[in-house]
Structures are given as structure tokens and as C-alpha cells.
């Protein structure tokens, strides 16, 4: 059985799986780190992470947030 462990989404490397947390259902795949601007205008230094299941499917996270890792799906 492995360890849970969180770690921040900016510790984690390209192409890496996580959860937000340890009682969601989703795995995520870290992305590129986006600078600038959305089309809105609002600011994004974040993380793009792609849902597993459905690459279309986008959130921006910032890179200190915890993510859960170390998990089996």
C-alpha cells in the first residue's frame, strides 16, 4: 500500500497525475504553466491540468495549491 501525500501542483512534474483531494473521484494530468491573460483579461499564472478522462476539459490551478498524489485508479 503506498503513502498518501499532498503536494503542491508546482512540485509536480509535466504529464504527472493527481487529485485535488483524497475523496474526489477525478485524476487530473498537469500541464504547462500559462503566464498572461485569458480573453477576458483576467490574469492566469496557473497551471493548465486536464481532466484524465476528458482531455477537453480544462482547469487553471495555481501552483501552490495541495494536490493529492500517490493514489491507484
Do not use: P, W
Request: glycine fraction near 6%; hydrophobic fraction near 35%.
Amino acid at each position: 500500500m503506498k503513502m498518501q501525500e499532498y503536494i503542491s501542483l508546482k512540485d509536480l512534474k509535466k504529464g504527472e497525475f493527481f487529485k485535488r483531494n483524497t475523496h474526489t473521484e477525478k485524476v487530473y494530468i498537469r500541464g504547462d504553466y500559462v503566464r498572461g491573460e485569458d480573453y477576458l483579461g483576467r490574469k492566469l499564472n496557473a497551471y493548465e491540468c486536464f481532466d484524465f478522462e476528458d482531455t477537453n476539459s480544462t482547469v487553471m490551478i495555481k501552483g501552490n495549491v495541495q494536490v493529492f498524489v500517490n493514489f491507484e485508479f
